[in-house]
């Protein structure tokens, strides 16, 4: 790669007559599942890698959860992505993760060259001693979601549809965890011209930090993360997610775990791509009937410009995985 050209990849944007005939109106699918890294996470932490790196970062270190047990929160994708932008910077990367973390992950992590270090029980005691490891003179610590170099990086995402729509989609459909996606894509709709575009902004429940931010109109602290969607397992949003409620059309909706569950499993049958249940939920605005719901209530038009499903993808997730989630939710 050229030197200082971004990590990220320019995805696909495929239509989907399976989701077009669901939804009854056309279904784009900006397929995020195929980045180098696995999912969306690459562009905005792959920009904020580059920028420290520029500024004399000469040591990166995140906090990530990867194939957490379930008391623990997903943030494996952040973790992915700060590891493979350490070694295409060239520069050395500390991984901190939760004590239990499997012996798997940990390998995976060494074998992309990062140094791990395992303390406490969940992330967020992760995340403490990655916040002390980061006071180190060099040494910056990679946010999964909250910066707004991560949120400047995920908004490359929306000048590739401009390229290739060049007219605004009828919608956009996003996972919501810590925000940072949220917040990265209106700030690429304002950057295009394209800030009348609603965004359809889906959580799942026991996860549904931005819902109840929205709700309470002030941010609010979940006390636990209760969805098998881990990786959308941050208690609180950003608070510049809740501030683009008042600049930018978004509808905030949350479904259970079976619907986003059942969502990636009719996806894998519908266009054979398997993602996480943090991205059956956007999948599910689609199967749940969600879109003709909204138009039936008079929140998005009876006539619908192509519709923009971001497949945000994620790497903690398998078949058997899969197979475990369903029958734990009574879906086999
Ligand atoms: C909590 O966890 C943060 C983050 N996952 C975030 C994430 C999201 C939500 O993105 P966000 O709203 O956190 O920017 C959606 N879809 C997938 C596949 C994700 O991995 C992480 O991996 O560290």
Same mark, same amino acid.
């Given at each position: =790669?050229?030197?200082?050209?971004?990590?990220?990849?320019?995805?696909?944007?495929?239509?989907?007559?399976?989701?077009?005939?669901?939804?009854?109106?056309? %279904?784009?699918?900006?397929?995020?599942?195929?980045?180098?890294?696995?999912?969306?996470?690459?562009?905005?932490?792959?920009?904020?890698?580059?920028?420290?790196?520029?500024?004399? *970062?000469?040591?990166?270190?995140?906090?990530?959860?990867?194939?957490?047990?379930?008391?623990?929160?997903?943030?494996?994708?952040?973790?992915?992505?700060?590891?493979?932008?350490?070694?295409?910077?060239?520069?050395?990367?500390?991984? %901190?993760? @939760?004590?239990?973390?499997?012996?798997?992950?940990?390998?995976?992590?060494?074998?992309?060259?990062?140094?791990?270090?395992?303390?406490?029980?969940?992330?967020?005691? /992760?995340?403490?001693?990655?916040?002390?490891?980061?006071? =180190?003179?060099?040494?910056?610590?990679?946010? @999964?979601?909250?910066? @707004?170099?991560?949120?400047?990086?995920?908004?490359?995402?929306?000048?590739?549809?401009?390229?290739?729509?060049?007219?605004?989609?009828?919608?956009?459909?996003?996972?919501?965890?810590?925000?940072?996606?949220?917040?990265?894509?209106?700030?690429?709709?304002?950057?295009?011209?394209?800030?009348?575009?609603?965004?359809? /902004?889906?959580?799942?429940?026991?996860?549904? *930090?931005?819902?109840?931010?929205?709700?309470?109109?002030?941010?609010?602290?979940?006390?636990?993360?209760?969805?098998?969607?881990?990786?959308?397992?941050?208690?609180?949003?950003?608070?510049?997610?809740?501030?683009?409620?008042?600049?930018?059309?978004?509808?905030?909706?949350?479904?259970?775990?079976?619907?986003?569950?059942?969502?990636?499993?009719?996806?894998?049958?519908?266009?054979?791509?398997?993602?996480?249940?943090?991205?059956?939920?956007?999948?599910?605005?689609?199967?749940?009937?969600?879109?003709?719901?909204?138009?039936?209530?008079?929140?998005?038009?009876?006539?619908?410009?192509?519709?923009?499903?971001?497949? *945000?993808?994620?790497?903690?997730?398998?078949?058997?995985?899969?197979?475990?989630?369903?029958?734990?939710?009574?879906?086999?």
């Amino acid at each position: =790669r050229a030197k200082g050209e971004h990590f990220h990849t320019v995805t696909p944007l495929l239509e989907s007559w399976a989701l077009s005939q669901v939804a009854g109106t056309t %279904v784009l699918l900006k397929c995020e599942n195929v980045q180098p890294t696995g999912s969306f996470k690459i562009r905005g932490i792959g920009h904020f890698c580059q920028e420290v790196a520029r500024k004399g *970062c000469r040591h990166l270190v995140c906090a990530s959860a990867f194939f957490p047990s379930f008391r623990t929160h997903g943030r494996g994708n952040a973790g992915m992505a700060a590891a493979y932008s350490a070694r295409k910077l060239g520069i050395p990367v500390t991984i %901190v993760l @939760p004590e239990g973390t499997s012996l798997q992950v940990v390998r995976r992590l060494q074998g992309q060259g990062a140094e791990v270090q395992l303390t406490g029980k969940v992330w967020d005691e /992760a995340n403490l001693r990655a916040q002390e490891l980061a006071k =180190r003179d060099g040494w910056e610590n990679v946010s @999964p979601f909250n910066h @707004p170099l991560i949120w400047e990086g995920h908004a490359s995402l929306v000048q590739e549809l401009k390229a290739e729509l060049g007219t605004p989609p009828g919608a956009v459909v996003l996972s919501v965890g810590g925000g940072g996606l949220l917040a990265g894509v209106s700030a690429g709709l304002a950057e295009v011209g394209w800030q009348h575009v609603p965004i359809i /902004a889906m959580e799942t429940q026991g996860a549904h *930090c931005f819902n109840a931010a929205v709700q309470a109109g002030r941010l609010v602290t979940l006390p636990d993360i209760t969805s098998v969607a881990r990786s959308l397992g941050a208690k609180t949003v950003v608070a510049r997610a809740l501030e683009c409620t008042k600049e930018f059309e978004i509808f905030s909706e949350v479904v259970e775990d079976a619907e986003a569950v059942s969502a990636v499993q009719r996806f894998l049958d519908d266009e054979r791509m398997l993602v996480e249940p943090a991205c059956g939920a956007s999948l599910a605005a689609i199967y749940s009937g969600l879109l003709q719901r909204l138009q039936a209530e008079g929140c998005l038009r009876p006539s619908l410009a192509p519709v923009v499903v971001i497949v *945000c993808g994620g790497n903690s997730i398998d078949s058997r995985q899969l197979q475990a989630l369903r029958a734990q939710l009574g879906q086999s």
